[in-house]
């Protein structure tokens, strides 16, 4: 894989604030890293879930909660190098095919966090491409803004599985960093969903 | 080469109790990664349309869903092999900092009678790493076991927010030999 194919152009926080406008009922959680600053930047919620470990592990939360609260959307904002991680979830998520799940990876290229080493999505990996191999009902690569308003608009519509693969430009903005405090995030959430801590 | 499973005949159905007692306490998802122990709990899970059953590509990927599970108002449990405990030990962090009830129930290898040694590393490990992260974990040898322990683990995660593991032994499963 020679060919360098790293990121986009697309701002990470414009596409992040566009995907997140109105957001009505959607439920979000984040992957570690930018995407988390991404989310906490175009405003806190009681209905975000932020992971700040267990890289990997955010588009398989949000599967556990696309199952139980099969009437809201669900939203899983993650970064290349984070879903590559979890590789193998795509496998497990497209057999379950959720129609109220959708995953937006921003795709820069880069491990981001760590240096802005090039990542296998920034050495020609298309993460859409593997998502459409497992059955996702929708996958597809975005490039440019209007892209983003598109996949916005369906997450609402309930018509499939979907994995977009949204390319931005490689940088490391000023952090917005969300609450640390794991017990405190999942209480407000599960509280939002009419749960009461133990 | 065949393998086949030499199971020691017991008066105990303990594989029906593992079913039976997560039904119990209102489990509702069953993540897993297969083994021969856990085939009646998973064939029980698959056929009750009460429950989701999920089957993982890798062990850890259970811990986000079950996190994702009790965030949107349910309880699941864990199913996997000693091998996969492995392969869940960063991802117990989510456990760990979000305290969520995560119940962990593992077949034992490398643990008793083992005929491929490749099993014995993470096998003698499992217990130590488990409880290095945080886990509380019990044991069972004999199939009466199964049921009070599994219960006390159960118990012990949905009403404490913990994460437990209960290890079923290689006694308690039956010796697994090479066949001709």
Redo the contacts between chains.
Sequence with gaps: MGEVKAGGHLDRRAVVNKLLEGRDDLLVVTGLGSASYDVMAAGDHDHNYYLWAAMGSAAMVGLGIAETQPEKHVLVITGDGEQLMGFGALATIALRAPNNMTIAVLDNGHFGETGMQESHAGRGIELSKVAGACGFAHASKITELDGVEALREAIYRRDGLTLATIKIKAENLPRVLPPRDGVHIKNRFRMAMGHQPI | MNLALQGNPAQVDWQEDVYRVLKNHDV??IAYVPDAGHSTAIRRAEADNEM?S?????E???????????????R?ALLLQSSGVGNCI??L??QQ????PLLMVITMRGDWAEFNGWQNPMGQATEATLRAMGVLTWRADTPEEVEPLLHGAATMA????SATALLLGQRLIGEKKWVK
Excluded: C, P, S
Excluded at chain 2, 97 to 100: D, V
């Design positions: 509702k998802h989701t999920i089957v993982l590509t890798t850890e990927e259970g811990i986000g869903y079950l996190a994702g599970a009790w965030l949107g108002g349910q699941g960063n991802t962090a989510l900092m979000a305290r969520f949905y009403n404490g927010d």
